[in-house]
C-alpha cells in the first residue's frame, strides 16, 4: 500500500477544514455576535474556526492546481514541483514500521488506562525488547523491570509526582 | 549603564553552589535530549516542566534554560558524528560537519561548532543584557491595542517570513488558537468548544500539544524514515581543541554575520531553525570559500552554529521583555512563568528584578558550562548512541507518555498527546510548520484577551487599533508582513520566475527531515 504525497495533503487539509468546521459549529453556542461591549465570547473562535476552514481550501486548491501544472507542464517549474511529488508519502514498508512502532503504544496507553502506569510501561518495554528488538526472554524481563523501577525512584521518590497506580498496584498497597 | 548593576546583583543570585548544580544538571540533561533524535528541546523543557512547579521559580527557570543550552549544544554533537541533528535547527551543521568527521577531523568539527556556538551564545545573551531593559521600558506603555498588535505582529511575520506554504502556516495558527480557546472562557467564564466533554472544560494544555507535535510526532518521523547510525569514532586530543580554538578568530566575518542573523530572527520569532539556514545561505553566498560549502568547510560550520546559538538565547529577550516568545521553547518556557505565578512582559522587569537578572546572569554562566560539558561529554554520548534505536525508542515513548501524565494527573491527557503526535507527524511530513502551532497555543488566551479589552475600551469599535502612531505602525507592518508573500508571488510573475521560493521551500523540506 503506497500513500502518495499529494493525496495526503488533501486528506490533511480535508482533515483541518473539517476540525475549523467543527470549531466554528462549538462557537455558536456561545453566541458569535458583535454585542454592545465587544464581541461576545463565540466571536474569536468562530473567526478562527473559519480560517482554518478557508486555509485549509486554499491548500487543497493549492495541491490540486500544483499537481495538474506539473501534470500538462514541461519545463522548469514542472521538475521543481517534481522533485517533491516523486517522493510517496509512505509505502507499504514503512506503513508497517510505523505500524508496528505506534500499536504497541496504543495499547500501552489503553492498558495504564485501565491497569494504572506502570504496569503499561512494564509489559510494553518487556514487548517492545523482547519482539522488536528480539533480546532475550530474561534479558527484556531485566530492563522492563529497570525501567518500571528507576521511574518509579524518579517520580515517587525524587519529585513526590505520583504516577497513575491502577487497581492492582493498589491491592497490593502501593499508592 | 543601570543595567550593569542589576546584572552583577544577578550574578550574585546565580553563581551560588546550588544554581551551579542546577545549572549542571540541566545542561546534562539537555545535552541527553539534544542527542536522541525525537526528543528535542522544546519537547525536553515541556517534560521537565511539571517537575519544576514545587521548586522556587528563579531555580526552576534556572534548571529549563539550561536544559535549553544543552540540548542546543547536543544537537551539533550527533550532526557532525552521525549526520543526524539531534534537533531540527542543528540540519545545517550536517552539511559541512559530517564531511569534516569523515576526513578524520571529527574533533576540529566539534570544537569548531562549540566554540562558535559558544560565541553567538555569548552575542545572544550580551544583547539580552543591553536591550532587554530597554525594550521593557518602552513596552510599559502598552495598553491592550499595543498588546493586540504586538501579537499579531508576531503572528504575520511567521506566515510573511516562513518560506513555506503560507497557508499552511496560516493553519497551524489558526489549530493553536482553537486548541487555546478550548475549556473556560476568561472574560465570561463560559466553557468554549468543550462539546459537552467533561475533561476539556479543563482546557488543552499546551504542554501536552508540544509533547504531542515535537515528542511523539518526531518519534514517529524517526521511525518512518527508517534509522540507521553510521559514525565517525572521535577520539578528543586537547592539542587538536586548542589548535581550534586559535583558528576560530580567523573567521570574525561569518561570526560577526551570523550572530546578527541569529539575534534578528531569535528576536523577531523567526527561531533558532530558520537562522541557522539562513546564516548557512549567506555564508555560501557570500563567504570567499562559499563554493567548498558543503564539502566539510569549516565556515559552513561556524555559520548555521552561531546564528542557531544566537537565535536560541536571543528568543528569550521578546519574551521576558514583552511577553512574546521567540521560539517554541522559549513559548514552552513562557507557559511555565505562567504557572509559577509570574507574568511574563515589562512589569516582570520591576516586580521581580532578582529573578529576571538572575536568569540572565544565569545564561552567561549556562552557556559556559555548556561548552565545557559537551567537549567533555563527546565519548560518552558517541557511545550511548551506538545504542539501537528499536531499544532507545520506546524509551522515549515512555518517557513521552508519562510526561503527558504528569502534566495534570490526567489520562485524558495522554490521549489528547497520542493525537497530537499523529497530527504532529502527519504535518512534519507535509511541511507544516509546528513552532507557530505551539506559539498560538500560548499566546492564544491573551490575544484574544488584548483583542477583547481593546474592544472594551473602545466600545467595539476596529478603529482603536490605528488610533496611536505605535500601534498603528505595529498593525501596518504586520499587514504588510501578511502580504508578503502574495507581493513576492506577483514580483516573482512579473521578473520571471525567482530561485527565492524555490530556496525556501527545499530549506523547507530540509528542515521537515532530521
Redesign the interface.
Known sequence: MEIS?NT??VA??AT?AL??AV?CY??L??GIA?????????Y??FC??S??VA??L??IV?TLWKGAARASAVG??GE?AGV?AAEP??DGT?LR??AA??L???A??VI??GLG?YI??AL??FY??RV??GYRTITSLLISAA?VLI?FFI?ETV??????KGPILEYFGIY | MGNFGQLMDGFAIALTTHHIMVMVIGVLLGLVVGVLPGLGAPNGVSLLLPLTFTMDPISAIILLTSMYWGALFGGSTTSILFNIPGEPSSVATTFDGYPMAKRGEAVRALTLAFSSAGFGALVGVLVITLLSGWVANFALRFGSPEYFGVYFLAFASFIGMSGGSPFKTLVCIMLGLAAGTVGMDTISGEGRLTFGIADLTRGISFLIVVIGLFGLGELLVTVDEGYKFDGVKAKLSLSVIFRTLLELPRYWVTLLRSALVGCWMGITPGGPTAASFMSYALGRRFSRRGRFFGKGEPEGIVAPETADHSAGSCALLPMLALGVPGSATAAVMMGGLMIWGLSPGPMLFTTRPDFVWGLIASMYAGNLIAVVLVLTTVPLFAFILRAPFSVVGPLIAIICVIGAYTVSNHMFDVWLALIFGIVGYVFKKLDYPLAPFVLAVVLGDKAEDAFRQSMLSSGGSLTVFFETPLVGTMMGLGILLLLLPLLSLLFGAIFGRGGGADAGEAADHQTSRP
Open positions: 504525497r495526503m495533503e490533511a487539509a483541518t476540525v475549523g470549531v462549538g462557537s453556542e456561545n458583535w454585542g454592545e461591549s465587544g464581541p461576545q465570547p463565540g474569536f473562535p478562527i474556526g480560517l482554518i486555509g485549509s486554499a491548500n493549492y522548469p517549474a521543481a517533491v508519502f509512505i514503512r514500521q510505523l512502532f505506534f504497541p503504544i496504543l500501552m496507553v495504564s488506562a502506569l503499561g510501561m510494553y518495554i517492545a525488547m522488536s528488538v525501567v521511574n517520580f519529585f513526590l509526582v505520583p504516577l497513575l
